[in-house]
């Protein structure tokens, strides 16, 4: 299996139900998927068991703040968005993940010696759907 990079990785938002663009500078970026458990032991096991639960994702992306780009200023808090994310860049053949959620978080940051930056958290609703460009 071949390693890759993520210096050719993409993310892309819109409004709910509008077209995807491109966000710029974006620095990094992470899908965390997670599921619940529900235990079904019962008296008489020696050991307890689960059923598989509901599955739940976070989509967070860190940027260098760009007060002109329309994607970064749709990320605004409560906003319910659609979001394309290629770990390895938009190419042929290239795999990338798709879905929507709430903007939950949004902080900007900024130090007398550093750049501004931004970074976002997308609580998302449904699943994460995996696909190939």
Not at 97 to 121: C, L, P, Q, R, W
């Amino acid at each position: 299996m071949a390693t890759a990079t993520g210096s050719s990785g993409v993310v892309k938002i819109a409004v709910d139900g509008g077209s995807v663009a491109v966000v710029g500078e974006v620095r990094s970026f992470s899908i965390e998927t997670s599921a619940d458990t529900i235990e079904d032991s019962v008296v008489g096991d020696s050991a307890r068991t689960y059923k598989a639960g509901l599955e739940s994702s976070t989509v967070s992306i860190e940027c260098y703040w760009d007060g002109s780009d329309a994607p970064q200023l749709v990320l605004d808090g409560r906003a319910d968005i659609d979001f394309e994310i290629y770990p390895t860049g938009t190419g042929s053949g290239e795999k990338y993940y798709s879905g929507g959620g709430i903007v939950t978080s949004k902080s900007i940051n900024t130090s007398f010696d550093g750049m501004v930056e931004a970074s976002f958290s997308i609580q998302v609703s449904g699943a994460v759907t995996e696909a190939t460009g």
